[in-house]
């Protein structure tokens, strides 16, 4: 399990293991932009402030690793991430 942090929003979560960011964000509320939820399609693509994510996508580039996250599929290496949202 690791924390997602809303920086706009505020708000922190616990993402359980087996359940997608992008779950727990419309568990609370949050209305995510989703389509394919299987990491190809890029629509739930979020900005990533801090920490180091898990890529588990197919879509992001290398270069754009750092500073983005596909919320659907995509997990945390750190123990919280900080999103754009
Ligand atoms: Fe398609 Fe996440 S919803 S990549």
Redo the contacts with the bound molecule.
């Keep these: 399990p690791f924390t997602v942090k809303l920086a706009r929003t505020g708000g922190a979560f616990e993402v359980p293991v087996g359940k997608s960011i992008l779950a727990v964000l419309r568990d609370h509320g949050c209305n995510a932009a989703?389509?394919?939820?299987?990491?190809?399609?890029?629509?739930?693509r979020t900005g990533l402030l801090s920490g180091e994510a898990d890529h588990r996508?197919m879509?992001l580039m290398p270069e754009e690793m750092e500073s983005q996250i596909?919320?659907?599929?995509s997990r945390a290496r750190s123990a919280q991430l900080v999103l754009d949202l």
């Design positions: 989703s389509s394919c939820e299987s990491g190809t399609c890029g629509t739930c996508d879509v596909m919320i659907c599929v």
